[in-house]
């Protein structure tokens, strides 16, 4: 639900909500939002897939499937479901985690995967990301196959 609150804050708990972003077919884990548009979001479901909003709207704009997608974790298979995410600096892209242990940069616009890195961390507990700032770099830390903690950083290839 998207809640709109008042310049001077709440003064009491917000009662309804401005929209209802429906369209995941699964529990919503991650949302994020844009860096630089107004009232646009992302949103990461165990559906395995992300979806753009506007949430001044409370409008889909693009869903993106994450590996095998949503027909994969109808089924049951949710290996793909995002458990981090984070935009470039510019908005422009879309970083992703997973339990697949998958490393994922979407175009937000085209929902195009980009580039993609398999085991990025061994480990079977969650894994996080971000982007280092304006560079086509990024962070990751996650566990390794004995549960050791561990950092990566990644350059995306031209």
């Known amino acids: 639900f998207v809640h709109t609150v008042p310049r001077d804050g709440l003064d009491a708990p917000a009662q309804r ?15 994020w939002w844009h860096p ?34 949503a027909a994969a974790a109808m089924r049951g298979d949710t290996e793909s479901a995002v458990v981090s995410l984070a935009f470039d600096y510019a908005g422009a892209r879309v970083a992703t985690t997973s339990k697949d242990n998958v490393l994922r940069v979407f175009d937000v616009r085209s929902g195009a ?13 969650d894994s996080g990301v971000a982007w280092l700032g304006r560079h086509e770099w990024l962070f990751t830390v996650g566990f390794g196959r004995g549960i050791s903690r561990e950092f990566a950083v990644w350059q995306l290839a031209d």
Do not use: M, N
Not at 20 to 27: M, T
Not at 37 to 52: E, H, Y
Not at 55 to 61: C, H, I
């Open 17 to 31: 909500p401005a929209h209802a972003l429906l369209g995941h077919q699964l529990k919503a884990t991650r949302v």
């Open 36 to 69: 630089s548009v107004r009232d646009v979001l992302v949103s990461a479901s165990l559906d395995c897939t992300l979806r753009v909003w506007h949430a001044g709207r409370g409008a889909p704009l693009r869903q993106i499937d994450v590996g095998e997608g």
């Open 113 to 125: 995967l980009l580039a993609e890195r398999a085991d990025a961390h061994a480990g079977r507990l």
